[in-house]
T-cell receptor, first 111, second 118 residues
Framework: GDSVTQMEGPVTLSEEAFLTINCTYTATGYPSLFWYVQYPGEGLQLLLKATKADDKGSNKGFEATYRKETTSFHLEKGSVQVSDSAVYFCALDRRAQKLVFGQGTRLTINP | GAVVSQHPSWVICKSGTSVKIECRSLDFQATTMFWYRQFPKQSLMLMATSNEGSKATYEQGVEKDKFLINHASLTLSTLTVTSAHPEDSSFYIC??????????????FGEGSRLTVL
């Protein structure tokens, strides 16, 4: 079945560091791929998405490129801020019905 | 953006009682709503999918008699945890898919409801 695997957390970085959170997926066909962010005490928010191979999703300085050849959708940001501290979830949506989530990666940014 | 609101955000109940959690789409019509359960430091586990006016579809391993889902209107779905026990303590999150003319609508998530069963 469909699955999403994210890098193990927690991840702790200093402010202005470069961030990469790895995400790989297993699915038949051509799923849409998403990154969601969950700030403390809040629900999930869509951060960015890509719907086909080689698409790049971007938002708030975060980027992720849909790589079909490596079945990956790694999240990157060039310079993180304390306010980026949150839990990040990679997800896929193959049939426009149910999201399949990765296990989440907790990110902490220290000033 | 679109808003999905859950109520209550926190609830504490005694073992054996039932608890109802509401999920409302405030500014759009939701043809489909999803209920998830999230354990501490874990991912979201889909419990069930509900479509307005029809019975919910439960994921394998989810007891439909324990987790009653009602999607009475295009803006409201409810999850009732019946005869709650401490192992039902969890963070419950709903999401709603906007009704669109064609194709798949974007998913919007509620802020979650934390249930603690004593």
């Amino acid at each position: 079945g469909d699955s999403v695997t994210q890098m193990e957390g927690p991840v702790t970085l200093s402010e202005e560091a470069f961030l990469t959170i790895n995400c790989t997926y297993t699915a038949t066909g051509y799923p849409s791929l998403f990154w969601y962010v969950q700030y403390p005490g809040e629900g999930l928010q869509l951060l960015l998405k890509a719907t086909k191979a080689d698409d790049k999703g971007s938002n708030k300085g975060f980027e992720a490129t849909y790589r079909k050849e490596t079945t990956s959708f790694h999240l990157e940001k060039g310079s993180v801020q304390v306010s980026d501290s949150a839990v990040y979830f990679c997800a896929l949506d193959r049939r426009a019905q149910k999201l399949v989530f990765g296990q989440g990666t907790r990110l902490t940014i220290n000033p | 953006g679109a808003v999905v609101s859950q109520h209550p955000s926190w609830v504490i109940c005694k073992s054996g009682t039932s608890v109802k959690i509401e999920c409302r789409s405030l500014d759009f019509q939701a043809t489909t709503m999803f209920w998830y359960r999230q354990f501490p430091k874990q991912s979201l586990m889909l419990m069930a999918t509900s479509n307005e006016g029809s019975k919910a579809t439960y994921e394998q391993g989810v007891e439909k008699d324990k987790f009653l889902i009602n999607h009475a209107s295009l803006t409201l779905s409810t999850l009732t945890v019946t005869s709650a026990h401490p192992e039902d303590s969890s963070f419950y999150i709903c999401s709603a898919r906007a009704k669109t003319g064609g194709g798949s609508g974007e998913l919007f998530f509620g802020e979650g409801s934390r249930l603690t069963v004593l």
